[in-house]
């Protein structure tokens, strides 16, 4: 650096850089924020991509890797906090993550993705911070999944969110899909049992819902209508 114009310049001390030949009064200097040292007589250099200095006042700075949850796409002052719906679990990350299917980031800084739980599924990588709910009429039992599954015959689910198909009462059907929300009363003179997926006709000697027997005096034939 410069000092007078009858002596010598002064080598830079340590962890300080001058880079100018023909400039006048020139003065040696720490490296700005989001730069490293290099040498004495070279221009400092930028963080590469993941990487800060947060210093303007430090000698021979050197520059740090973001921390798990963070990340910073370009020579930086600080890194960034992964936000809701991303995750990064390494250190020196240039950008944070979208979560698998079957998976969120709910908070942030978030290091991993969190298991959908069950009654709820995620069917594509993004960037969320919720679960989507079974809709009625279907249902998963198995937490980071996908996709719901459709209630089989003979059993329902009339709300969201849910972890299992319900079965359908005695005396009650649900096909599928027509009547997967919500199980149907048998008509009178047919009966099922539970789970059942349609209605049976009473047997001879029997009517009504349930079927029960004919009282004396009264009869009903196989081909009879209930």
């Not at 006042?57 to 910073?72: A, E, R």
Request: hydrophobic share 20%; proline share 6%.
């Amino acid at each position: 650096q410069w000092k007078s114009t009858s002596t010598a310049c002064d080598s830079c001390s340590t962890g300080k850089y001058q880079h100018k030949n023909n400039a006048d009064s020139v003065d040696c200097k720490f490296c700005a924020a989001g730069k490293r040292f290099a040498t004495k007589s070279t221009s400092c250099l930028d963080c590469i991509n993941g990487q800060y200095q947060d210093k303007n006042d430090k000698p021979s700075v050197v520059c740090l890797s973001c921390n798990k949850g963070t990340s910073t796409p370009f020579s930086n002052e600080s890194c960034t906090d992964c936000e809701q719906g991303k995750y990064q679990n390494e250190i020196g990350r240039a950008s944070c993550l979208p979560c698998i299917p079957g998976k969120i980031a709910v908070s942030e800084t978030s290091t991993e993705c969190t298991l959908c739980i069950q009654g709820t599924y995620m069917d594509e990588i993004a960037s969320k911070v919720n679960c989507i709910q079974c809709s009625p009429g279907t249902s998963q039992p198995s937490s980071g999944q996908q996709n719901c599954q459709d209630c089989s015959p003979g059993f329902y689910s009339n709300t969201d969110g849910s972890s299992e198909c319900k079965n359908c009462p005695v005396n009650t059907y649900a096909e599928t899909p027509a009547h997967d929300q919500v199980c149907v009363d048998c008509p009178i003179g047919y009966e099922a049992s539970i789970q059942s997926s349609s209605c049976t006709l009473c047997p001879a000697g029997k009517a009504g819902t349930p079927c029960v027997g004919c009282l004396v005096g009264q009869f009903r034939g196989s081909n009879d209508l209930p």
